[in-house]
């Protein structure tokens, strides 16, 4: 019996370690095959994009350093949405029968509404644009709101709430100017090859793996389908050749003087995943300390 047990452990160990080996192997061969050739995209992002995880500040002890891919699905014709919303107007009814989904059931009948509440997720492929008209529109619109506010505040000078309202409208616009991320996504589809004839600036638009998933939302007078845009992706590795900046900027306490400290250069290869291609400080501060 004893004999058996510890036969069993080796044999245990030796299918464990092989099954390391053999995913390892397909890791570092999906890694290879992701950066063979040209980049299907190269985007140049900056801290705003691309932001240290709150756990490196605080997690000293883990070695792995991934940075937080920050972008945005907005809608800069709403003034409610302008931020961080994973709903946007374009992923409507007619965007979602273009990705596959069954939208030709009315909303306004149970059997609708038993329909669209169980379509599942599907994965797509999502454009993101970095810095192009969808994020000029976003800095128009808060920079109209900015100017309507403090003009409201300049004829009602007695008046707090105006002021502040006006205060809060252009902290909002520098916050976009400065801070906010630049990377917004555009447009989703399933055939990477129309995505790129239709968005062909590859410093400017790359094209990654996301998912969609459909809902569906009632109120009193209305019934619609609404759908749900996230990335398979959360954060692109650091290596260790690329750590430096990052570590130097943990390891002393370097006041944020507002705006990215970091530029980084993301190349997106044959599977669409980034890896980053070079790190660069942005200011002073940051420079010096990396040094």
Known sequence: MIAVTSWSHKRTLIVGLALLVVTNAVALIGVAYNRLGEPESQLRLTERELALPYSYWY??????????????AVDPDDAGALYYSAAPKWLDKAKLATLGFDVSSAERTLS????????????VWVVLELDGPAYRRVVEHAKQKAQKDAALAAANPRNDEFKQRARAS??????????ASRLIAIDAGLDVAALRERYPNRAQNAIVSGRVTPSFAKTDDRAYVVAYLALNLDAVHVPLAHRRLFDALRSVDIPNQGGP???????????????????????????????
């Open 59 to 72: 997690n000293r002890e883990n070695s792995g350093l991934g940075l937080t891919l920050t972008w945005r």
């Open 112 to 123: 609708g509404e038993r329909h669209y509440r169980k379509l599942l997720s599907k994965n």
């Open 261 to 291: 400290r970091y530029e980084v250069t993301a190349a997106f290869g044959q599977r669409l995943e980034p890896w980053i291609v070079s790190v660069a400080p942005l200011n002073s501060a940051a420079l010096k300390r990396a040094k």
């Open 170 to 179: 252009q902290e909002s616009l520098v916050r976009e100017q400065r801070d």
